[in-house]
């Protein structure tokens, strides 16, 4: 198994529903039909995949690039 990699990411708060396309953009959205939003960027490039590993607070999401 390769070396694992963490990424920190910070969010806007009230952005939940995070997650990693199969392209390598990360994309999360407000959740809320009365001020709905959406955000979405690249990545850095992973030697294996990027997945969500654990949430540190409420705004920040630990991501993982290792070989499963």
Avoid: Q
Avoid at 26 to 40: E, L, Q
């Amino acid at each position: 198994m390769g070396k694992k990699r963490y990424l920190n990411v910070k969010i806007p708060k009230g952005f939940m529903n995070c997650g990693v396309t199969i392209d390598n953009i990360f994309v999360a959205d407000t959740n809320d039909s009365a001020n709905w939003d959406k955000i979405s960027f690249p990545l850095p490039k992973s030697n294996y995949r990027w997945e969500i590993h654990s949430y540190l607070t409420n705004n920040i999401v630990v991501l993982v690039d290792y070989k499963t």
